[in-house]
T-cell receptor
Framework: DGGITQSPKYLFRKEGQNVTLSCEQNLNHDAMYWYRQDPGQGLRLIYYSQIVNDFQKGDIAEGYSVSREKKESFPLTVTSAQKNPTAFYLC????????????????FGPGTRLTVL | AQSVAQPEDQVNVAEGNPLTVKCTYSVSGNPYLFWYVQYPNRGLQFLLKYITGDNLVKGSYGFEAEFNKSQTSFHLKKPSALVSDSALYFCAVRGSNSGNTPLVFGKGTRLSVIA
């Protein structure tokens, strides 16, 4: 988990609220990713960003939004349009550049567990 | 399209016995293959990867994996299982020519090592 932090660890949301999950990395990685994990379904990609100020939708982007204003940060907002947001959310980062920690490897943060009340 | 199959949802093994967690993949071009482990309520931890070179890759905690191109497999192995190896294991793949794109993950295999 080192080098990537996610906060908060646990988050509770009332129906109709937007919430923002934080992801920060100090690995100097260019790319960052958000995944959602549900029991028995593995990891599903929500959004990813390969460079600052650019991002692409993943397989399940509906009801989510992201921004990438800084290389180190990739926050995820879970909007009220997301009908079933209760899940474990994982952020990851990677780099293809030589000399960077773990070239070509995605490293993961510790996760945020979101529960809708 | 890229895909990963982990055919077993659950693998049970006695402590001290060898373990194998299976993974097969489909990708255009040459594969980059990865194994990760996840403990309860934690993020994924990188175990090992195959990029190129020797087909037998050694990783953390005594794990290894063998790349088999003809069978499109990348099974995870350990000669002697420990109770502490009990966790959820994920195999992942991307193509070597796909740039810094996301990995595609299998659905995971839960390993239970029984004392």
């Amino acid at each position: 988990d080192g080098g990537i932090t996610q906060s908060p660890k646990y988050l509770f949301r009332k129906e109709g609220q937007n919430v923002t999950l934080s992801c920060e990395q100090n690995l100097n990685h260019d790319a960052m990713y958000w995944y959602r994990q549900d029991p028995g379904q593995g990891l599903r990609l929500i959004y990813y960003s390969q460079i600052v100020n650019d991002f692409q939708k993943g397989d399940i982007a509906e009801g989510y939004s992201v921004s990438r204003e800084k290389k180190e940060s990739f926050p995820l907002t879970v909007t009220s349009a997301q009908k079933n947001p209760t899940a474990f959310y994982l952020c990851a980062s990677s780099s293809q550049r030589e000399g960077i920690v773990g070239t070509d490897t995605q490293y993961f943060g510790p996760g945020t567990r979101l529960t809708v009340l | 399209a890229q895909s990963v199959a982990q055919p077993e949802d659950q693998v049970n093994v006695a402590e001290g016995n060898p373990l194998t967690v299976k993974c097969t993949y489909s990708v255009s071009g040459n594969p980059y293959l990865f194994w990760y482990v996840q403990y309860p309520n934690r993020g994924l931890q990188f175990l090992l990867k195959y990029i190129t070179g020797d087909n037998l890759v050694k990783g953390s905690y005594g794990f290894e994996a063998e790349f088999n191109k003809s069978q499109t497999s990348f099974h995870l192995k350990k000669p002697s299982a420990l109770v502490s190896d009990s966790a959820l294991y994920f195999c992942a793949v991307r193509g070597s020519n796909s740039g810094n794109t996301p990995l595609v993950f299998g659905k995971g295999t839960r390993l239970s090592v029984i004392a």
